[in-house]
């Protein structure tokens, strides 16, 4: 068959398959079973910012508890990927995460042993657990390597019962006390705002298995992408400009208003994208870091959506920092079943 037939069939084959590809968001139109509604807040990160107040949060959290989400993930990583890095460290580095160390003497647990008895623990949870159950599966968090839901538990104890016993020693209250004063919207705005709703938990899923490069000179691919993102920064600035003087504020709402703007989301995401698929690299460095973000930003999606897997139908609130959220909604609105909030109408 000559090569102009064989395009003339691929053509005549391709067009109906891109066709379809095209329509695939509509293939939920008559679904039967139950929408699940998906809120992507863009946040800055609070450990970034030296004005940062904690309380200035209140009024954003009292908007976010209308929302009344029932699911809540947080830009973290989970266990499962701590300990997978812990396994391969020249992949992936000694300090992918932090140590479970202290959490491991206390409970006698490994990070795959903690994360079994929070599931156990869960699967048998009475509807009105008793401190020595909450402190006991805070210190199971900790050794699953996930402390904002141990902060969960300990914001969800009486105060005279935040204390040492059932599996927190005192080096696991101390750091449990130190993340109080910890800026992070993992804990100040996803457990807080967990612990006000009767939630159990929040659900780390960032994920950088797909963006631990394997490059020799580490030092020359950091520069090139830094110097691609610089390359046009006027608007950027325009918006960072903005975002430090609302974040002085004592009230931060007008921030997430904001930052959650389709056009600044849209400003954060293109100074991410644009310089460095422009970038001149001889190593193609700035497209290899973007397709590391780009397999980052899908896995972060489908660990969303496994939170969800089993339970459709929920209200989902969803955490992170402002450069994913056009990425988040674009990706999680394509899955059927899924409806996306909006989330200035949620602000407002």
Known sequence: MRRGTILAVCLAWGTPFLAHAQNLITLDDDMVGPRT????LGSVHLREQKDFKVEALAPLLDKLAAFKPQVITIEAIGGEQCDLAARHPTVYGEDYCRSTDQAKAATGL???????????ALAAWPANPAPAQRRHLAALFLAASDPASAYVQWLRLPADERRIGDGLDEALVRTLRELETRNNESFQIGARLAATLGLERVHPIDDHTGDSHQIADTKAFGEAVMAA??????????AIAEQDRLIKAPDLL????????PEVSWTYAENNLRGPLRAQ??????LIWVNGWEIRNLRMVANILETVRDRPGQRVLNIVGASHKPWFDQWLGQMPGVSIVDVQAVLK
Do not use: C, F
């Open 254 to 261: 007008p921030l997430y208003r904001y930052i959650n703007q």
């Open 281 to 286: 690299s001889p190593q193609h460095y700035p």
């Open 37 to 40: 509604q998906m809120l992507v």
């Open 229 to 238: 993102w610089k390359s046009d920064r006027t608007k950027l600035e325009r």
């Open 110 to 120: 490994d990070i795959p042993a903690a994360m079994a008895g929070v599931n156990k």
